[in-house]
C-alpha cells in the first residue's frame, strides 16, 4: 500500500510540475533568475506521506502492537514515504530533461563575456 501511494505521489507530482514549468513563460531575462515555483510540487509527498501513515494506522492495527505501537510505525511510515516520495520525484526531475523547459535548464554558455580577439 505505501509503494502504491509513493508511486502514484511521484507520478502526479512529475505531471503538476512539467504542466507548471511549461506554462511559466520569459519575458526579461531577470525571468531567468527569479525563484522557479514549480518546483513547489514537490510538496505533494507531505499529504501523500500522511494519507499513507493513516492507511498503516488504520489498515494494520492488529499486527502493529509491537514495542513501538502502532503510533510509532505510522509515524515511521508517514517519515519514510514523505522522504522516498520527495526524492524521487526530486531525482526523476533534475535527472530527464524532458520533464524541465530547455529555457529554465543551467546553460550559462550565452551568458558569459566573450574573449576579444586581437588584444594583448
Known amino acids: 500500500m505505501t509503494a502504491l501511494v509513493t508511486l502514484v505521489t511521484v507520478v502526479i507530482t512529475i505531471l503538476c510540475y512539467s504542466s507548471a514549468a511549461g506554462r511559466r513563460k520569459v519575458y526579461v531575462l531577470d525571468d531567468l533568475f527569479a525563484s522557479y ?7 505533494l509527498a507531505i499529504p501523500a506521506a500522511l494519507l499513507a501513515g493513516g492507511l498503516c494506522f488504520w489498515r494494520y492495527e492488529g499486527a502493529l502492537d ?23 520525484a ?23 563575456h566573450k574573449r576579444r580577439v586581437g588584444s594583448a
Not at 515555483?37 to 510538496?43: A, E
Open 37 to 43: 515555483t514549480p518546483m513547489r510540487w514537490i510538496l
Open 66 to 88: 509491537s514495542t513501538e505501537g502502532r503510533g510509532g510505525v505510522a509515524l515511521q511510515i508517514i517519515l519514510l514515504n514523505g522522504m522516498v516520495s520527495a526524492m524521487i
Open 90 to 112: 526530486y531525482l526523476l526531475i533534475i535527472l530527464v530533461h524532458r520533464f524541465t523547459p530547455a529555457k529554465f535548464r543551467y546553460r550559462p554558455a550565452p551568458y558569459l
